[in-house]
């Protein structure tokens, strides 16, 4: 198994070779014309003197669906939605009460528990550059599709747009929840690109909702393909339920999940053990491995099987969280121990070596997600028996007790216990829901002396100040 143990193995992912400020994300164009000679990383450019036209790429269909494999493959391998140490997982559960660093080196995700970040933290930078550069690329392949009518089929035509618009909203989504006002990039001109304004937190939702009613329109309900790597409809009314979620929009919130809990394509898994699998009938989206045999990087990374650990563990908050019969804490989470001490580590993945043929994907969207949505929204409604009605799903699918407070302020917080103990370690839920019910300050100052309200966003990379002043001013704090 893998592991990151050096300073110069941890580096060496942002080296300055990978990294492309949004001054140049409009230059990516060139990677198009060659993507059949790589699709594993995104090519090192310089500034072009004129624009490459996406015409000539996609009058191949071939070529379309390639560039859009490859900003799948970046998605999984570079930048923030990634599996290993340097991913949200980790990097938000170092930042909240999730994990534990345990290793002594000056490396980013301990920067993140020890909650030292800066604008200069490279992992800061690397999230950015990379989802503006992910962003380019699926703006690239918008605009290519919109001018290669007359050569691409409208199946193809809407299903590769589709989900270009649905990777576009998914990076902007994330910015805006980590750094606050960022632009919202929706074209490949340069200058456009170079001197790009933050704009309002309120308008990024609105640009990220019209582009995922774009992507609703545009995708099938079913998938391209025998696995569920690629987007469809019910990622696009996941995301949708999640964004008007988080607006406190109860009726669109709800709407949405409803969507997505009445497809027929979804079950919940009752056997937890198979909730993560690549067949899962919970996944709405998953990340395919890098290639047969691979399985996932959070497996690879997030396991120990020495103590202590090297890298990190769960926390005793997660930990003394779950109640006593908890069947998540059972099946999703493992723990060694020696004479001394118990380390703990995510066992939702549970293969961390290469096997015949890979068994586990990256998820993504999963429909227990929708559930809760719809506990949530129906409660902030008012509708309390409903409200219940789909929590107990929930914890009935996790060995639990039902739930039977009619409280509203009760299932509120049973909705938000539950989140913490179904979404732990993925994709920072614990940060978001934290912040956006405004429990932040409450929960992580009584957790570590030296928060501060000021860290709810994530401090701008001090390189992208510095190539576009429309940036500033730097948030606060930092």
Known sequence: MKRINTENEIKNPYSFKQRLPIIAIGMLSAYLSILPQSCEKFLEVSEPTNQISQTTVFKDKKLALSALSDVYTNLRANGMLKGDLY????????????????TNQALDYRTFYELNVQQNTSVVDAMWVNAYKQIYAVNNIIEGIEESHDYLDENT?????????????LLHFYLVNLYGEIPYIETTHYQDNQLAERIPINEVNSKLIADLKQAERLLPATYPSSNRTRANQAAAQLLLSRVYLYQKDWSN????????V???????EQDLSKTFLKDSKSAILQWMPADVGINTLEGQYFTFTTIPPANVALSSSLLNSFESNDQRKQKWIKTLSNSQNSYSHAYKYKLNNKTTTSQEYSIVLRVEEAYLILAESNNEIGNTFEALANLNIIRTKAGLNVFS??????????????RRHEFFTEFGQRFFDLKRSGQLDTVMGALKSNWKTFMEVLPLPERELLANPNLKPQNNGY
């Open 87 to 102: 991913g949200i997982n980790n990097l938000l559960g170092c930042y909240t009460d999730e994990i534990t660093s345990y």
């Open 405 to 418: 407070s009619t409280s509203q302020n009760d299932i509120r917080v049973a909705i938000f216990n539950e």
């Open 262 to 268: 009445n497809n027929s394509l979804y079950l919940m």
């Open 157 to 169: 035509s809407n299903q590769i747009s589709g989900e270009a618009y649905f990777i576009r909203a």
């Open 253 to 260: 919130a709800k709407e949405y999940a409803t969507k997505v």
